[in-house]
């Protein structure tokens, strides 16, 4: 399996300009999340998905910000309009669905590679 | 608040040295907790993860310890290598609505040779 697919790993764009940013799990995973991490707040969960149904958006900074997943294998990252207090890295993880019926926090997370985003 | 406190910030320790990094929670009610590796440049990677029965867990020449009572739990490198350089986050779960994650800072670990 090629793990968490994220694109564009890297995203320069100017203040105001609508940024995608795009992920694709790991096949069989039912869990995708969304974070951003910044050297002065760290790694912060934005959004989770379970079965393309957004769970807990709690962590969105703001309604510029939003997320969707129209299937399985594809959800993306939106912001419009950016700022530049939006550049970060961005990462999408992905997990199993826990086969003892668990909650999804004992399942391992795999990440992407991220997203660096720049906004000028 | 839940809040996850890791220590120290940063170390520089030669290579096959040991090194041991702290992590202090007040995430309540507990739930498990994980170690994640993050390479400069890279998505981090899950190292162990510890439910509150378990109090020690190892992963390679990383073995994670958690005290429940105290809410503390460490990550020890034995024989460091050049290949362990990279920032360790230690993220806890809360058994509530959502699970919610809490992460800590990270600690920044250079192996020199």
């Known amino acids: 399996d090629a793990g968490v697919i994220q694109s564009p790993r890297h995203e320069v764009t100017e203040m105001g300009q609508e940024v995608t940013l795009r992920c694709k799990p790991i096949?069989?995973?039912?869990?995708l999340f969304w974070y951003r991490q910044t050297m002065m707040r760290g790694l912060e969960l934005l959004i989770y998905f379970n079965n393309n149904v957004p769970i807990d958006d709690s962590g969105m900074p703001e309604d510029r910000f939003s997320a969707k997943m129209p299937n399985a294998s594809f959800s993306t990252l939106k912001i419009q309009p950016s700022e530049p207090r939006d550049s970060a890295v961005y990462f999408c993880a992905s997990s199993l669905v826990p086969g003892t019926g668990g909650h999804p926090s004992t399942d391992t997370q795999y990440f992407g590679p991220g997203t660096r985003l720049t906004v000028l | 608040k839940n809040q996850v406190e890791q220590s120290p910030q940063s170390l520089i320790i030669l290579e096959g040295k040991n090194c041991t990094l702290q992590c202090n929670y007040t995430v309540s009610p507990f739930s498990n907790l994980r170690w994640y590796k993050q390479d400069t440049g890279r998505g981090p990677v899950s190292l162990t993860i510890?439910?509150?029965?378990?109090n020690t867990k190892s992963n390679g020449r990383y073995t994670a310890t958690l005290d429940a009572d105290t809410k503390q739990s460490s990550l020890h490198i034995t024989a460091s290598q050049l290949s362990d350089s990279a920032s360790y986050i230690c993220v806890v779960s809360a058994r509530a609505a959502g699970n919610k994650l809490t992460f800590g800072g990270g600690t920044r670990v250079l192996v020199k040779p």
């Open positions: 510890m439910t509150f029965s378990e």
């Open positions: 096949s069989g995973h039912d869990y």
